[in-house]
């Protein structure tokens, strides 16, 4: 006789509490509903897969780098993954450079003193050898590698560079591969500071999370997004015959450098989209369908019809609560796949409101809207400190930065999130309930600035991270309420996008 296998649905992301509260409430499990689970083809028990999510175009290629790639993108690349975090990301590029240099000397005392000890005792193992001490140095399998090859390192100064660290925060990063256990292909996305990119980070496969999208400009971290695989705009190859094509690369710096530009949209797709839609090269506001002027959708003047469009498409196209929805279960086990809309209108709304999200969400320190950064009916009550009590403690200059630091922002009750407690002199009121709609990372963008931007101290390194240091570096003592006004900005907007995408109906 087979055993039959019964199951009780109580939600999603669940806390432990809030489970067993369930459990409590019902008695006995005489009293729950419960359904027979029969697996499906792929093996799912739960969260079982669409059928008809499989009929849509892949993300990712089959094999990275293919110019015959059959899917949206002809690369992608998983996220950078330090297992370091305290010590290469820091808000203050002075910290980074310090903890480094510190981490490196160190480093090199033990490769050098293993490299004399290994000559007389040839069975002595690099374990038995090292120092761990946490304060000093953070080991990965790498690193230990480099021991006994007996590699030194050094710190060079070119290597720091701005990371995405979480959603909407910005930190110092130390990008040198011998302290990045994964750095992936990265380096193929942004070579160094001075090539642009573009970045579409996603949930990757088995993550805890629901599924999320966030667009980028720098090189993110394997937790800014769960998991996060990376799909890019454009990947750079270095040019080694540094012979000149026309078809290859951009003009100025970047070929200069020795890097030839390469698109990451395939070839593939833009020729579906094009014979798909019957378009070939036109552009906005130019449909062959269209019959009357007023059905044509305000969009901007006519253009060919690009790559850069498709990768648009695709950004907005990801932030369908439809798509989402239907295929919640596929996009725990699988990386995104996407249909092409049927009707040409539709690709352009989900090409232009990506276009708008991204606008957004690569320029989240800077969208303002009224005074101090906020509309919507927010308030900042703002309450200085006086000069003449603060003149003993600290200079004119300090007294500013001390009006805007920050320790931890806090809301004044848990469910109380209309009001954000910055520190104390300045609180802000009548935030707006959709603020706190745009979620990404299974967190709103306004809590993931609120508990980002604290000061925190590294257990086991004791490396501090203070935010502060980044306002004070870069001159801006208002840097920090500035972005957490933008980012309530940001998140309404973004909501207000999300509403008015295209619905697409699934079978």
Not at 38 to 61: C, K, V, Y
Not at 483 to 496: A, D, G, M
Request: proline share 5%; charged share 30%; hydrophobic share 35%.
């Amino acid at each position: 006789m087979k055993a039959k296998i019964y199951y009780h649905d109580i939600g999603d992301y669940l806390s432990r509490d809030e489970k067993l509260a369930i459990v409590k409430k019902n008695r006995s499990i005489a009293n729950m509903q419960w359904q027979v689970l029969t697996p499906n083809e792929h093996g799912d028990w739960l969260n079982q897969r669409n059928d008809a999510f499989s009929s849509f175009i892949p993300l990712e290629p089959e094999k990275k780098f293919d110019a015959k790639a059959k899917s949206f993108f002809n690369t992608n690349v998983i996220a950078v993954s330090s297992n370091r975090d305290a010590w290469v990301y820091n808000f203050s590029k002075g910290k980074v450079a310090e903890n480094m240099q510190r981490m490196i000397d160190f480093y090199n005392e033990q490769s050098t003193a293993f490299s004399e000890a290994i000559k007389e005792n040839s069975k002595l193992e690099i374990e038995d050898f090292i120092d761990t001490n946490p304060a000093k140095i953070s080991w990965t399998v790498n690193l230990k590698k480099d021991v006994e090859r007996g590699s030194l390192h050094k710190y060079f100064e070119s290597e720091q560079r701005m990371g995405m660290y979480r959603p909407f925060t910005k930190q110092r990063l130390y990008f040198d591969k011998p302290f990045i256990e994964r750095p992936g292909l990265n380096s193929m996305l942004f070579p160094n500071e001075k090539f642009k990119n573009i970045v579409i980070n996603i949930t990757g496969i088995g993550a805890s999370k629901p599924f999320s999208v966030l667009i980028s400009d720098k090189i993110s971290s394997i937790d800014c997004i769960e998991k996060n695989q990376c799909f890019p705009l454009y990947y750079y190859e270095e040019n080694k015959t540094q012979q000149r094509n026309i078809f290859d690369g951009i003009a100025g710096q970047a070929r200069n450098d020795g890097f030839v530009r390469r698109d990451a949209i395939s070839d593939f797709i833009l020729e579906r989209v094009l014979k798909g839609y019957g378009v070939h090269g036109i552009g906005y506001g130019e449909y062959k369908n269209d019959v009357e002027e007023k059905n044509k959708p305000p969009y901007p003047k006519p253009h060919t019809l690009s790559k850069e469009d498709i990768f648009y498409y695709v950004y907005g196209f990801l932030h369908s609560p439809q798509y989402r929805e239907t295929f919640a279960s596929d996009l725990k086990k699988m990386l995104p796949r996407l249909p092409l809309v049927e009707d040409v209108r539709d690709f352009w709304a989900f090409s232009k409101a990506g276009r708008a999200l991204a606008e957004l969400h690569l320029n989240y320190e800077n969208i303002w809207n009224g005074v101090w950064g906020m509309g919507y009916g927010a308030v900042v009550l703002y309450n200085p400190l006086n000069i003449a009590d603060t003149l003993k403690q600290a200079n004119v200059e300090e007294i500013e930065y001390l009006n805007y630091r920050v320790e931890k922002m806090r809301f004044p009750k848990k469910d109380q999130k209309d009001t954000i407690i910055y520190n104390s002199q300045i609180t802000i009121e009548n935030i707006p309930a959709e603020a706190y709609e745009y979620i990404v990372n299974g967190k709103s963008a306004v809590e993931w600035v609120m508990e980002r931007y604290q000061i925190t101290t590294h257990k086991e390194s004791g490396i501090k991270n203070d935010p502060n240091d980044w306002a004070k570096e870069n001159g801006k003592p208002r840097y920090i309420l500035d972005l957490l006004l933008s980012v309530i900005n940001v998140s309404v907007k973004t909501v207000e996008i999300v509403k008015n995408l295209p619905e697409v109906k699934f079978e």
